[in-house]
């Protein structure tokens, strides 16, 4: 395998079609990607983000100049790696999309939980543009909710692609988790499940 390079970005919006040579061809005009890490949730379905090496950090800033430009119909957020690492709450990302545990299903069916349940959820896929009242507006149904953690970048303040939503009692984070029909914004299909332990304390009322 080819190893990790010094130089290289993280690309977020990716569609769930979208394969590695789709960002070789991508990212040709900036330099030969070295190493492309792309999680995937299924045998021909990535999990809308990549990591891409460059061998340089000229090839790596030419990268991040095409941020906002479109693939596949949908406008890419696009990282310097190193800083997308510093900025990102691992500990709380690692029931989500790092933790190599894919939990999307299609359709309507329940989303597989790797967590028991609780008092706050994890939501993923969230759209870049998404803000703390769209996520509300999805989940007030379903009980009272305490608080909306909308992860976003520093220097943009756009959403880094989840959230987590605390509801005051645990039925109104089983009643959200138990209706999948409900778990879409702007067309996107989201990715729901019960927070890690680090999760709930991070949302606790007295934190």
Sequence with gaps: KPKRSEHGVWIGN?????????????????????????????????????????????????????????????????????????????????????????????????QRQNNTPAVTLFVGNLPFEATKIDVQKVFAPFGKIRKVRLMTFEDTGKCKGFAYVDYKELEGAKAAVESPQSHYLEGRRLRVEYGSAEAVRRGAPWV
């Excluded at 005009?29 to 021909?44: D, L, Q, V």
């Design 14 to 110: 990716l569609t769930y079609a979208t394969t590695k040579k789709t960002l070789q061809e991508f990212f040709a005009s900036c330099g030969k990607a070295t190493r492309i890490h792309m999680p995937m949730s299924g045998p021909n379905t990535n999990r809308g983000f990549a990591y891409v090496d460059f061998g340089t950090a000229e090839e790596t800033k030419a990268a991040v100049a095409l941020s906002e430009k479109l693939m596949g119909g949908r406008k890419v957020l696009i990282k310097d790696a190193h800083d997308f690492t510093k900025l990102t709450p691992v500990k709380e990302a690692s029931t989500a999309d790092e933790s190599g545990k894919p939990a999307m299903l299609r359709g309507n069916q329940r």
